[in-house]
């Protein structure tokens, strides 16, 4: 049986829209839309039901099905948008969605975050946005899928992401090694992780959906 993520990409309500009274209540109004979205969505990929009080966590952050160790997923969301990878058969997922049109201090951010390599290829391509969007979702969702969330220096990890490839893999000494697939979408960039293999079996790419939902 071939290996297969599903990534389900959802547009989120637009909350500025509302007459809500403060930022406070918009904040837990998003977090009760993520869940109930995440919920939804978990039980249509793995043909259960799932609730809040299934969605555990470890100590480190990372979300699990409590009765369901062996099914793997891992979401995120921006403002306008929220990712979910579900698996069955891959293990230690991993993703992070940002806009592109998010406002960020990409000098001082890189300088913290970024592998001495990375800032090179940012600097070759004249300080691409692009480029800097993938490098961070790259780290963000590799991180993620390890289980350790930003716990170690996040200038140690090398992505070793090429400028016109959208994909490739990476490793650090405290997490192991990690493929990873980028997705320049609409407004947004996307990417998903997963652990690999030190051998050029990792490079093999489970199947991926994409699945656009309104």
């Given at each position: 049986?071939?290996?297969?993520?599903?990534?389900?990409?959802?547009?989120?309500?637009?909350?500025?829209?509302?007459?809500?009274?403060?930022?406070?209540?918009?904040?837990?109004?998003?977090?009760?839309?993520?869940?109930?979205?995440?919920?939804?969505?978990?039980?249509?990929?793995?043909?259960?039901?799932?609730?809040?009080q299934q969605v555990v966590r470890t100590n480190f952050g990372k979300?699990?099905?409590?009765?369901?160790?062996?099914?793997?997923?891992?979401?995120?969301h921006s403002q306008n948008f929220y990712a979910l990878a579900t698996?069955?058969?891959?293990?230690?997922?991993?993703?992070?969605?940002?806009?592109?049109?998010?406002?960020?201090?990409?000098?001082?951010?890189?300088?913290?975050?970024?592998?001495?390599?990375?800032?090179?290829?940012?600097?070759?391509?004249?300080?691409?946005?692009?480029?800097?969007?993938?490098?961070?979702?790259?780290?963000?969702?590799?991180?993620?899928?390890?289980?350790?969330?930003?716990?170690?220096?996040?200038?140690?990890?090398?992505?070793?992401?090429?400028?016109?490839?959208?994909?490739?893999?990476?490793?650090?000494?405290?997490?192991?090694?990690?493929?990873?697939?980028?997705?320049?979408?609409?407004?947004?960039?996307?990417?998903?992780?997963?652990?690999?293999?030190?051998?050029?079996?990792?490079?093999?790419?489970?199947?991926?959906?994409?699945?656009?939902?309104?």
């Amino acid at each position: 049986m071939a290996r297969l993520i599903q990534i389900h990409l959802h547009q989120l309500s637009d909350l500025a829209c509302d007459q809500l009274s403060d930022h406070k209540t918009q904040v837990v109004e998003r977090k009760r839309e993520v869940a109930c979205l995440r919920n939804q969505l978990l039980s249509q990929s793995f043909e259960l039901p799932v609730s809040d009080q299934q969605v555990v966590r470890t100590n480190f952050g990372k979300p699990y099905l409590n009765d369901y160790p062996d099914l793997s997923f891992n979401h995120s969301h921006s403002q306008n948008f929220y990712a979910l990878a579900t698996s069955k058969q891959v293990q230690n997922l991993g993703i992070d969605i940002e806009e592109l049109s998010r406002k960020v201090r990409f000098e001082a951010l890189a300088q913290h975050a970024f592998h001495p390599e990375e800032i090179k290829k940012w600097q070759v391509l004249d300080y691409d946005p692009e480029y800097w969007f993938k490098v961070w979702t790259t780290k963000e969702a590799v991180l993620k899928a390890s289980g350790l969330g930003i716990r170690i220096n996040l200038n140690e990890l090398n992505t070793n992401l090429h400028p016109e490839q959208n994909g490739g893999r990476c490793e650090h000494p405290e997490i192991g090694v990690y493929a990873y697939q980028n997705y320049t979408l609409a407004g947004c960039m996307l990417t998903v992780a997963w652990q690999s293999e030190h051998s050029c079996n990792g490079l093999k790419f489970p199947v991926i959906q994409l699945h656009h939902l309104v």
